[in-house]
């Protein structure tokens, strides 16, 4: 700050220590990722060197800093609940405080709170020239601003408006083709200036939430082309029995239970199908089970002479899209940091997801620790499946051998 006083002399030294702040909460960041956003959370799980850092660290005041910073960022994100702790996946003992949905939910109030205290249009434009001088963050304001502008900052409410207002800067920012913060113009031709470093630190987890869901979107497109592809389940209209008995329809839709099958939008000819109808030809479909005419050696259309209801494209579509989005989302909870793996492992743990169900550690061990310890010839060596063409089987290995800039191969 330019001028002083000794009313102000509190604020110098709260500033002064700004980066070692920013340390504190760097550290904070971590231990509330792996074990979750209370103090009763680290202090239960934590070993006793790290719960010494999080003393160390700031203690509460600095949790309480984050957990509020944390949830403006998933008030403006594309993902809004907490995320689970490190420490949770995979093991079914672990229990998140009660108090973080607690604590959230005040934090939500607050957040709204502060946008019904709205500010002036002739307010917000003054709060935005000071953040557009100094930066987006209390500590640069206070580091660089005069005495003046500094208590202008506090008579607009302070702390509570700016972090809304960099809130909203950040969301625009990353919806238009600039989603960098600019450049102070106080730090113009001062090598001095050197802006606060958590303003990138929020930008870093928004950015990194929106290319996952760009990764995300990618893989929905990518499963979907193949698994409609011959060399995936194909696109059949008929009804028929997979190579295990379940009655299937279209791009490898299980519709084996009755309340499923009857609930589908089957044509007879250029008509919808009646409930009866529908009910003949599940009861049919039970009794070739009864007699094991499913295998490897019946084909799909082995079984067209036994009905002539058909499913349309459009159903075909609908089906396997909304097959794919509950199949996705459970592979992300159900693989620690799924969103950060090769796209092309992502690729195939899908296809198996949708042919074989759950990829749980009971029924694919192997696979599991091979995905942990980025092994990549365990991974290749694991993904062959025997209910599915030699064909598919391929084209998971040769999307396991292009993974590149990723894990190993053993020798």
Do not use: C
């Not at 109030?109 to 249009?121: F, M, P, S, V, Y």
């Amino acid at each position: 700050m330019t001028d002083t006083y000794d009313g102000v002399k509190d604020y110098e030294q709260l500033f002064r220590n700004a980066q070692n702040r920013t340390e504190q909460k760097r550290k904070m960041k971590q231990l509330m990722a792996k074990y979750g956003e209370t103090e009763f959370d680290i202090e239960k799980n934590s070993t006793p060197a790290e719960y010494m850092e999080f003393v160390l660290a700031g203690g509460r005041d600095v949790l309480e800093m984050v957990q509020k910073e944390n949830m403006i960022a998933r008030l403006n994100s594309p993902y809004p609940q907490t995320p689970m702790p490190e420490a949770a996946r995979g093991n079914p003992k672990y229990t998140v405080s009660k108090n973080d949905s607690l604590r959230e939910r005040e934090m939500y109030d607050e957040h709204q709170n502060a946008l019904q205290l709205k500010l002036t249009e002739n307010e917000r434009k003054t709060l935005k020239k000071l953040m557009k001088k100094y930066g987006e963050h209390e500590e640069d304001i206070a580091r660089y601003a005069t005495l003046d502008e500094w208590h202008q900052y506090q008579a607009l409410g302070g702390k509570i408006h700016l972090d809304n207002l960099r809130a909203q800067n950040i969301f625009e920012r990353q919806q238009s083709s600039a989603p960098k913060t600019p450049k102070p113009t106080a730090a113009d031709g001062n090598p001095d200036y050197a802006a606060s470093n958590e303003t990138s630190m929020i930008e870093k987890e928004v950015l990194d939430e929106r290319d996952i869901w760009k990764k995300n979107k990618l893989l929905f497109e990518r499963a979907k082309k193949h698994l409609a592809s011959p060399d995936g389940e194909g696109s059949i209209d008929n009804i028929y029995l997979d190579t295990k008995g379940y009655i299937t329809i279209g791009k490898g839709e299980n519709v084996d239970d009755k309340k499923t099958f009857m609930a589908l939008n089957l044509k007879n000819g250029n008509r919808e199908a009646t409930y009866a109808e529908k009910l003949v030809v599940y009861n049919k479909f039970l009794e070739l089970k009864r007699k094991k005419e499913y295998g490897n050696k019946y084909g799909s259309d082995y079984y067209k002479k036994y009905s002539s209801l058909r499913i349309t494209p459009q159903t075909m579509d609908e089906l396997l899209e909304s097959h794919l989005r509950n199949d996705i989302s459970r592979l992300r909870k159900g693989i620690p940091e799924f969103d950060k793996l090769p796209i092309e492992l992502m690729e195939v743990l899908v296809d198996i997801r949708y042919n074989s169900g759950a990829i749980t550690e009971e029924r694919w061990p192997n696979l599991r620790r091979g995905i942990r310890d980025k092994n990549l010839t365990a991974i290749a060596n694991e993904i062959n499946r025997k209910d599915v063409s030699q064909k598919r089987n391929d084209w998971a290995k040769e999307r396991i051998k292009s993974i590149t800039g990723w894990g190993y191969w053993e020798d």
